[in-house]
Each structure stands twice: as C-alpha cells, then as structure tokens.
C-alpha cells in the first residue's frame, strides 16, 4: 500500500511570490492535514480537509489556505511569502474517524529568499 | 489550550542503556496520544496510538505507557538505528483531527 506522497520535495522562492504544494493522501483515506515545521517552532497545524470541506483550521494568516479535492489529494496555497514561511511542510493523512492515526508524508521543503 | 511538554530535549545514550522519555499534556478530553519518530529531513513515522490511562503497547525495543496526565517512552537496550526524534501529540477527537505536538526528543545513541 502505497504511503502518502508529496510534491514537491523542495523548492526554493522569493518574497512575494506564491507556492502551491501537494499531497495525495494514503488511497482510502478521506481527511488530509497540513503542518509546517520548523525549528523554533516545532510541528504547528495548519488545517484539515474532509470530503473536500475544510474541518479544523490552526492560528495561520489568510495567506495560507488549501483545498481537497473529490479524490482526496489536496493543496496548499501560500500568497505573498515571507522570509519565516520558510520550513518544511507536511501532509498527514487519515480515514477521517474519530481516533485514527494520521501518518505522514516525507514533506516539501520550502526555502523562502 | 491543549499543551504538550516533552523531556528531556535531548538525551545521549550508550549502546544499550536504557532509558525513558517523557511526554506530560494538558487537553480537554484526550482521544488519543500519539508517539512518532522523526529522521532528519523526513516525515514523522507512526510508532504508537495510545487511548486510555493504564494502556501500554510495545514494539520491538520501545514501550509505550499512559497516565492521566502523561506518557513514557521506555526505550530498552537501544541500538545506534534507534537514533531519532522522538515527538509526542494528543488528539481531542472526532470532528477535530488536529494534532497538538510537543517539541520533540532528540535521541542519539552512541555505539
């Protein structure tokens, strides 16, 4: 069974521009997460899909959003980057009920100049 | 707001020292705590899913335990492969996926 995969694994961008990740979730799985990681902060989350509808949403700007589609991959979106957006970016992935365990993706490193 | 504190930072140890890492949380109705292990530059890999005070799994060299207040990681005689983060979340429940993380344990054994 293959696991959660994510595009792409690095990228590099300047202040200003946009960036749009993706994730395709483990196949069965309805409810995918986004984090951002980086060392001063640790793991923050940053929203969560289930059946194309946002469900839970972290303390995160506007500029940060995302979408799911019908079948279940989704994206993220950052508008107008700053030089802290920069970090690693992971998706997680889960049947969506309650208590399950969400695994993750190996993420996109994102460096923002 | 749901809180998870992990200790020590990091921790050194010989080639099969045991030892225990600790994970305390503060959440309003925990539906489960969770044990990952993190290499440098990948994503967290799922070790363990924790349900209730009392409950203990295990796996391979690592045990896992819950209190009503927190959660020990029990590394037994640990090898160099062993070396990782080691982070702790807790999850409220259904119609909330969210997962609050500590900040990890950065563990290195020395051969």
């Known amino acids: 069974k293959a696991g959660v995969t994510q595009t792409p694994r690095y990228l590099i961008k300047t202040r200003g521009q946009q960036v749009t990740l993706s994730c395709s979730p483990i196949?069965?799985?309805?409810?995918v997460s986004w984090y951002q990681q980086t060392p001063g902060q640790g793991l923050q989350f940053l929203f969560e899909?289930?059946?194309?509808?946002?469900?839970n949403k972290g303390n995160f700007p506007g500029r940060f959003s995302g979408r799911q589609f019908s079948n279940s991959r989704s994206e993220m979106n950052v508008s107008t980057l700053e030089l802290g957006d920069s970090a690693l970016y992971l998706c997680?992935?889960?049947?969506?009920?309650?208590?399950?365990?969400?695994?993750f993706g190996p993420g996109t490193r994102l460096l923002v100049l | 707001e749901d809180q998870v504190t992990q200790s020590p930072e990091a921790l050194r140890l010989q080639e099969g020292e045991s030892s225990s890492l600790n994970c305390s949380y503060t959440?309003?109705?925990?539906?489960?705590l969770f044990w990952y292990r993190q290499d440098p530059g990948k994503g967290p890999e799922f070790l363990f899913t924790?349900?209730?005070a009392g409950e203990e799994k295990e796996k391979e060299r690592l045990k896992a335990t819950l209190t009503k207040k927190e959660s020990f990681l029990h590394i037994t005689a640990p090898k160099p492969e062993d070396s990782a983060t080691y982070l702790c979340?807790?999850?409220?429940?259904?119609?909330?996926?969210?997962?609050?993380f500590g900040t990890g344990t950065r563990l290195t054994i020395i051969p």
């Open positions: 997680a992935s889960s049947r969506g009920a309650t208590q399950e365990t969400q695994y």
């Open positions: 196949s069965g799985h309805r409810s």
């Open positions: 899909y289930f059946s194309e509808t946002q469900r």
């Open positions: 959440v309003s109705g925990l539906r489960g």
């Open positions: 924790l349900y209730s």
């Open positions: 979340a807790v999850q409220r429940g259904f119609g909330n996926e969210k997962l609050t």
